[in-house]
């Protein structure tokens, strides 16, 4: 098993690729805390990962709250021993043109994307350096963390972001053997894009079926969603890579979507 003997705490863990990523890591042997801001929903996901086996524990956390972070990491660390490994993936998405855009809503995708991935990078760090054991910094970020999309400034302006910020994880944390990277999938089939297809065919005054076609698979190679597993066994790739040489990149899982 690749994480045999790690622990890991994933934001946004109780649905889509949160979860993926947490059954993943799972069956690959770690400890696994699922953070999410709906606790009956990350009790039931960690309730699955006891059924086939695996050890995970519920953690209620609202990333945007300093507070919320700072607890839910320390009972994470208490049940587990320590964290190894944190994939910051919880997320929203809201679509407008920017001339409509609130600054409530703007404000709002800031502090769930940046915001979070701030606190818990610095809640994890602090566990991670005093116990000398290293670790894996891993951001969820897009596509839209290298280019930019109709309807999505905030979206795209805080995946942008997390490259800034995975960078200085990675520099300020060689010298305590934590590294740091960021997945960039193409769009994924969960309840967020699938939220965003309506939406999106009322702003641009086309089809549903048109957003999928023409939008969002338009560039891909094959016409085809990136997958849960596609960004989960990258997730994993990188929590288990034997060593520093890939600190501070980021990968791009896209059916070709973009390229670099």
């Given at each position: 098993?690749?994480?045999?003997?790690?622990?890991?705490?994933?934001?946004?863990?109780?649905?889509?690729?949160?979860?993926?990523i947490?059954?993943?890591?799972?069956r690959?042997?770690?400890?696994?805390a699922?953070?999410?801001?709906?606790?009956?929903?990350?009790?039931?996901?960690?309730?699955?990962?006891?059924?086939?086996?695996?050890?995970?524990?519920?953690?209620a956390?609202?990333?945007?709250?300093?507070?919320?972070?700072?607890d839910?990491?320390a009972?994470?660390?208490?049940?587990?021993?320590?964290?190894?490994?944190?994939?910051?993936?919880?997320?929203?998405?809201?679509?407008?043109?920017i001339?409509?855009?609130?600054?409530?809503?703007?404000?709002?995708?800031?502090?769930?994307h940046l915001?979070?991935?701030?606190?818990?990078?610095?809640?994890?760090?602090?566990?991670?350096?005093?116990?000398?054991?290293?670790?894996?910094?891993?951001?969820?970020?897009?596509?839209?963390?290298?280019?930019?999309s109709?309807?999505?400034?905030?979206?795209?302006?805080?995946?942008?972001?997390l490259?800034?910020?995975?960078?200085?994880v990675a520099?300020?944390?060689?010298?305590?053997?934590?590294r740091?990277?960021?997945?960039?999938?193409?769009?994924?089939?969960?309840p967020?894009?699938?939220?965003?297809?309506?939406?999106?065919a009322?702003?641009?005054?086309?089809?549903?079926?048109?957003?999928?076609?023409?939008?969002?698979?338009?560039?891909?190679?094959?016409?085809?969603?990136?997958?849960?597993?596609d960004?989960?066994?990258?997730?994993?790739?990188?929590?288990?890579?034997?060593?520093?040489?890939?600190?501070?990149?980021?990968?791009?899982v896209?059916?070709?979507?973009?390229?670099?």
């Amino acid at each position: 098993m690749k994480l045999q003997g790690k622990s890991a705490i994933i934001t946004g863990a109780a649905s889509g690729i949160g979860k993926e990523i947490a059954m993943t890591y799972a069956r690959e042997g770690a400890k696994v805390a699922i953070a999410d801001l709906n606790f009956d929903a990350a009790n039931a996901t960690a309730d699955e990962i006891h059924a086939a086996g695996g050890q995970a524990l519920g953690v209620a956390m609202d990333v945007t709250s300093e507070d919320a972070v700072n607890d839910g990491m320390a009972a994470a660390v208490a049940a587990f021993g320590g964290v190894d490994i944190l994939v910051s993936n919880a997320g929203i998405q809201i679509v407008h043109p920017i001339e409509e855009f609130t600054h409530a809503d703007w404000q709002k995708m800031l502090a769930i994307h940046l915001d979070g991935a701030f606190l818990t990078t610095r809640a994890c760090l602090r566990h991670m350096y005093s116990s000398g054991r290293g670790g894996s910094i891993i951001y969820i970020g897009s596509v839209h963390s290298k280019e930019a999309s109709l309807l999505k400034a905030p979206y795209v302006t805080a995946k942008h972001g997390l490259i800034g910020l995975s960078k200085v994880v990675a520099k300020e944390g060689a010298k305590h053997g934590v590294r740091a990277n960021v997945i960039c999938p193409g769009f994924v089939r969960t309840p967020l894009v699938d939220k965003q297809i309506p939406e999106q065919a009322k702003a641009l005054g086309i089809s549903e079926a048109d957003v999928i076609k023409k939008v969002m698979l338009k560039e891909t190679l094959d016409g085809e969603f990136t997958t849960l597993q596609d960004v989960a066994e990258t997730a994993l790739f990188f929590a288990s890579f034997p060593s520093n040489a890939l600190t501070g990149q980021s990968l791009i899982v896209s059916h070709g979507w973009f390229m670099e």
